[in-house]
């Protein structure tokens, strides 16, 4: 969900670059031989959410300039957000897969089955310069490309303008935080936006703040269920915490219309200042203060309780080739485009990144970031957030929850809901104990 603006062509346009990328690539491939050898020009297809369409990864001036020097055209398939799951899963199945997707690498291996759909990139020439394979890497191999060794932290992103105006301070519990959402209303402002039109987004409060439950109160609880010790609908802490979200949409301290708006819409209900805070990661303010560096937001642990650790999801928006592709030599191009020394210094020079390449500089931070570093990461106050633990596609419980917003479930009938479905799963996937 990044955003390049103006700015790669002076770069990409290194003769020795050009030379370099049309060296590479597998000479066996058939396509590869009919982009370089013929003249002919190839299209490799990237599947990415509409609502990641700002990534750094799909600049047009980037793409641009990697068909100017490879004759290899990168045409974008936008997927509705709240079906990418759903839409890659059948994609995956039928054999009618893209030649790279962007994706989250935890989700990757529960939703897509990573090892067995997509390639193991140990052996591409960018790997070598990785500083921290590990957000990269599962089972041992690297499959996903990113520039960045950043992972995502996900709290509650808030205007720190209208926090000041307001007199406000970051609320340190539930109480506080209902307080300053109902100054924030009676100062005529949405205080929180909850986009859940996109059913992953119920789940940023309850991730984020479930994992920090158990990492002080239940360590063994994630370990538990997914070895059938413990059910889903038999976690209190949990019902509590979904309650607790709903609440505040009862409160009518939300948008009114919860399961009609969706994450897209964030960036410019943050700009018009229509909205003061919203349940998600630290991607968000970025995207913000791209488009408007005169808009100052921050990020806090999401405050069920008293003392919350910062949540820290999985490194999300890499790039992963489907074993499948139809133009696999053209997609490690693109990634060895993206990896090569100039082009991604300048990407995480635009975007702010931690590089996650050994002759890549990390430029000065922004504040909001410098802000997440000081706070939380520096004083290891952060907790992996649920989707790190799980096993299965966690898409049917995210479902559930918006059930709830639909006057449909309970808090309780929503775990209840989600356990059936998990139950089968793991049963599907041979996990022992289902």
Known sequence: MKQTTKRVSAVLAASA????????????????????????????????????????????????????????????????????????????????TPDIVQYNLASAVTDLNLERNFE??????????????????????????????????????YNKDIFN??????????EEFIAASQKIKDAGITPIFM???????????????????????DPTLFEDLNTNKKKWNEIPELETLIDQQYQLYKQGLTNADVLSDSY???VGKFLNKEVAMMFMGDWLIQDVETKDPNVHLGLFPVPYTDNVLMGASPLGGQLFIPKQAKHLAEAKKFLEFLGSKDVAQQIVTEQKYVSNFSDVTTPELPEYKQEIVDNYITPQKTVTTMEGYLQVDMSEMYRSFQDVYAGGKSAKEALDAWNTKFQQLMKDKGVEGF
């Open 17 to 96: 670059l050009a030379v370099s990328l049309t060296a590479c690539g597998n000479s066996g491939d058939d396509s590869s031989n009919a982009s370089s050898g013929s003249g002919g020009k190839v299209t490799i297809e990237l599947a990415i959410s509409k609502a990641s369409q700002d990534s750094a990864f799909v600049d047009q001036d980037l793409l641009d300039q990697f068909e100017k020097e490879t004759n290899i055209k990168v045409n974008l398939q936008l997927l509705p957000s709240e079906q990418i799951t759903t839409v890659l899963q059948t994609k995956l199945a039928v054999g009618e």
């Open 120 to 157: 193991i990139l140990d052996d591409e020439p960018w790997v070598g310069r990785v500083v921290n394979k590990n957000v990269l890497s599962a089972h041992g191999h690297v499959y996903g490309f990113h520039v960045s060794q950043d992972t995502g932290m996900q709290g509650v992103v």
């Open 165 to 174: 105006e307001l007199g406000l301070s970051v609320p340190k519990n539930y």
């Open 195 to 217: 986009p859940f039109k996109d059913a992953w987004a119920t789940n940023i409060w309850t991730s984020a703040a479930l994992a920090d439950y158990a990492s002080k109160n």
């Open 264 to 266: 897209d819409m964030a």
